[in-house]
């Protein structure tokens, strides 16, 4: 008797004669952890941690899993520095390569390898002196810089199309099960079919001609693989920016595309235009599940099989996807890094036992600015090598955790795993801490979700013992008698001594989260950081308010996410918020604040004045708790202001380290 839930999506698939044991992939990620000689080729290789990060998500129960940006050509072609390069045939890159898709298939996954060309686009190249191409001249932006591309001659294109059937050859050689060609999202692909290739040979000009180039390759690397070798290609169904390409072109592409590969991979949007970037990765102001109209609407088109991706993680949405035929396969990311299990889980029908994505982008602005890919709600991503045993402590100890707010219920979870006892006490009645001030915030939903299921979690454990409406006290943590303690007692809002702030038509953004209501017509936000700016775009989504964001800095202020601070300025522009940057409160008024901006007095309208500048660490109160018990660990806020992935990251290893030493 089949008790599957899911069964649709669980239905096996094949794919150019291979068999794939479900219909969820892992779409393409770089190696954010790779290593190179920085010699003349400049080779990145898998290293140790990255094989580990990739392996985790397999044993997941993923069908196949893509390991992304792997170049064609490791001189003329690199956008960042962790390019796998597929021309180097050495027998060193031979065996790192073929180390990886071990890690992967005998996981039950099929490995695959996304190659690339990146053209126009090859900033890496560029900057070390190479003369990059694309189909036409060109000078481009590039993450502030100015770069020139060649016209591509039709010799070149000739080899190019070469190079991509010796890399997939390459890769199978090395073990993988299917390559994935990247067709989309600004590369060279969607360069030729840009209605700026003017060229006016057959490679440029009429869209059939545009589109020679792209079939051209996918024929090369079909034939040189042979028959009973899948071939995915991931296209762009919609810029999704002004100026860019609609869902009436991604058909067209589509179309042409018919019959050559074995899978259509739709996603959208650009790497090269920061509107186009949000919605390839989709930011948590879009709905779950927003790419896949692009998906549904070629799919009406094409007889070959279609993917989809961008913001999935319910089992419950994949499942009338895949049953509805709007794609046949769901692909996903962040989802899994957030809980590589997620597969397993769905097959078992615990779908509440998924920890879902917050779309936070945390992961991809760490790998973008520290090159480092984590994540925000799982400690165990990039850490894999670290993690991958679980630690005993060398005694059973009682915990004792003061304070469930994000950090406080991970250390409480983490230390019951490991056998501790644990007394977990929350001064208000509800677990969750000060981020449940959000929760009608539409956007913030799957935060709103996620302290839930690790409320849910929590319950889970005989041996963790929850108190709410208990304050930590030093007197009630000594009468414990605890062998440790956590202290995650999170911080309060800063009140800096600016005049008026303590007036009536003032609020924290924090009391504002949780009613909104009390906002009057015309607000001002004091603090231009991520609290502020959501709480921003919160109230204009809700009409009936003008919000102006007054920032001191000369910068928007992202708190290090820059993925997010990209998304804020699109919502910004959307809703009509305006921001004031360099901008000091000096006084508040009834009538509104009175700013100092450039040497200037600026005065800014206001019904209500919202104070969003920051936390103050609860360090006092934290600090009395350190001498009532053997070990004492601070934790999150009361340290010092942390993101949700920091003070997750702490509970984690914090917990971890309990009980190592026996006293």
């Known amino acids: 008797m089949d008790r599957c839930k899911y069964p649709h999506l669980f239905t096996p698939i094949i794919l150019g004669g291979t068999y794939f044991r479900n219909r969820i992939f892992a779409s393409p990620q770089g190696p954010t952890y790779a290593h190179s000689d920085f010699g003349e080729r400049k080779d990145s290789?898998?290293?140790?941690?990255?094989?580990?990060?990739?392996?985790?998500?397999?044993q997941g129960g993923v069908a196949s899993l893509c390991v992304g940006d792997a170049t064609i050509d490791s001189i003329k072609s690199r956008a960042n520095g962790f390019h796998l390069a597929l021309d180097d045939h050495s027998f060193a890159n031979t065996a790192y390569l073929t180390r990886f898709t071990d890690t992967i298939t005998r996981h039950g996954a099929i490995a695959s390898v996304e190659i690339c060309h990146y053209g126009s686009s090859s900033r890496r190249s560029w900057e070390a002196g190479e003369t990059i191409y694309g189909p036409v001249a060109c000078d481009t932006v590039n993450l502030g810089m100015t770069i020139h591309a060649e016209e591509m001659p039709e010799e070149m294109i000739e080899k190019v199309i070469q190079q991509y059937a010796d890399a997939a050859v390459y890769a199978k050689q090395c073990g993988f099960g299917m390559v994935t060609i990247h067709g989309g999202h600004g590369w060279l692909f969607t360069q030729f079919l840009s209605e700026s290739n003017n060229r006016k040979d057959k490679w440029g000009g009429s869209f059939e001609n545009r589109m020679r180039?792209?079939?051209?390759?996918?024929?090369?690397?079909?034939?040189?693989?042979?028959?009973?070798?899948?071939?995915?290609?991931?296209?762009t169904g919609s810029e999704c920016y002004e100026k860019g390409f609609d869902i009436d072109y991604g058909v067209a592409t589509a179309k042409m595309l018919d019959g050559h590969v074995d899978l259509i991979h739709v996603s959208a949007g650009s790497h090269e235009v920061q509107a186009g970037f949000t919605v390839m990765h989709p930011s948590m102001f879009k709905d779950d599940g927003c790419n896949v109209r692009f998906a549904a609407e070629i799919k009406k088109h094409v007889k070959t099989p279609v993917a989809t991706v961008g913001s999935l993680s319910d089992p419950?949405?994949?499942?009338?996807i895949i049953a509805s035929g709007k794609a046949d396969v769901v692909e996903m990311a962040r989802s899994?890094?957030?809980?590589?299990?997620?597969?397993?889980?769905?097959?078992?029908?615990?779908?509440?036992?998924?920890?879902?994505?917050?779309?936070?982008?945390?992961?991809?602005?760490?790998?973008?600015?520290?090159?480092?890919?984590?994540?925000?709600?799982?400690?165990?991503?990039?850490?894999?090598?670290?993690?991958?045993?679980?630690?005993?402590?060398?005694?059973?100890?009682?915990?004792?955790?003061?304070?469930?707010?994000?950090?406080?219920?991970?250390?409480?979870?983490?230390?019951?795993?490991?056998?501790?006892?644990?007394?977990?006490?929350?001064k208000t009645g509800r677990l969750g801490g000060v981020l449940r001030c959000e929760e009608k915030v539409p956007f913030k939903r799957h935060l709103e979700e996620y302290l839930d299921y690790q409320a849910?979690?929590?319950?889970?454990?005989?041996?963790?013992?929850?108190?709410?409406?208990?304050?930590?006290?030093?007197?009630?943590?000594?009468?414990?008698?605890?062998?440790?303690?956590?202290?995650?007692?999170?911080?309060?809002?800063?009140?800096?001594?600016?005049?008026?702030?303590?007036?009536?038509?003032?609020?924290?953004?924090?009391?504002?989260?949780?009613?909104?209501e009390r906002a009057g017509e015309r607000v001002v936000i004091l603090g231009g950081g991520l609290v502020g700016s959501e709480l921003a775009v919160f109230l204009s989504m809700q009409g009936g308010h003008t919000c102006t964001v007054v920032e001191m800095a000369p910068v928007p202020?992202?708190?290090?996410?820059?993925?997010?601070?990209?998304?804020?300025?699109?919502?910004?522009?959307?809703?009509?918020?305006?921001?004031?940057?360099s901008t000091k409160a000096k006084e508040v008024r009834d009538d509104g604040v009175v700013c100092e901006r450039e040497g200037e007095e600026v005065f800014f309208p206001a019904d209500t004045v919202v104070t969003a500048?920051?936390?103050?660490?609860?360090?006092?109160?934290?600090?009395?708790?350190?001498?009532?018990?053997p070990e004492f660990y601070a934790i999150g806020d009361c340290v010092a202001p942390r993101t949700i992935k920091q003070a997750t990251a702490m509970a984690y290893q914090t917990a971890r380290n309990i009980g190592r030493i026996a006293f």
């Not at 202020?557 to 940057?581: H, M, P, R």
């Not at 920051?614 to 006092?620: A, D, N, Q, V």
């Open 316 to 320: 419950e949405m994949m499942e009338e």
């Open 456 to 516: 849910r979690q929590i319950a889970k454990y005989p041996n963790i013992e929850v108190r709410l409406n208990t304050a930590v006290t030093p007197e009630y943590a000594a009468a414990e008698n605890a062998d440790a303690i956590i202290s995650a007692l999170g911080a309060r809002p800063a009140v800096p001594p600016i005049p008026g702030l303590s007036g009536g038509n003032v609020i924290s953004a924090e009391e504002l989260y949780q009613h909104p």
């Open 613 to 629: 500048l920051g936390m103050k660490p609860l360090r006092e109160e934290s600090d009395a708790l350190s001498g009532c018990a």
């Open 213 to 235: 180039f792209p079939v051209a390759v996918c024929d090369a690397v079909k034939k040189a693989v042979g028959p009973n070798f899948p071939v995915e290609i991931r296209i």
């Open 45 to 58: 290789k898998l290293n140790e941690e990255a094989m580990a990060f990739f392996a985790r998500r397999a």
């Open 557 to 581: 202020n992202d708190g290090g996410n820059v993925i997010q601070g990209w998304a804020l300025q699109g919502e910004f522009e959307k809703y009509g918020v305006t921001l004031s940057l």
């Open 336 to 426: 899994l890094m957030a809980d590589p299990d997620l597969p397993i889980k769905a097959h078992a029908g615990r779908r509440e036992e998924i920890r879902q994505c917050l779309r936070c982008t945390s992961c991809f602005s760490d790998q973008m600015m520290r090159g480092r890919c984590t994540c925000a709600i799982n400690p165990e991503i990039n850490n894999e090598l670290d993690y991958r045993f679980q630690p005993k402590p060398v005694k059973s100890c009682k915990v004792l955790v003061a304070g469930g707010g994000i950090g406080g219920m991970e250390a409480a979870i983490e230390c019951a795993k490991l056998g501790h006892q644990v007394v977990l006490c929350e």
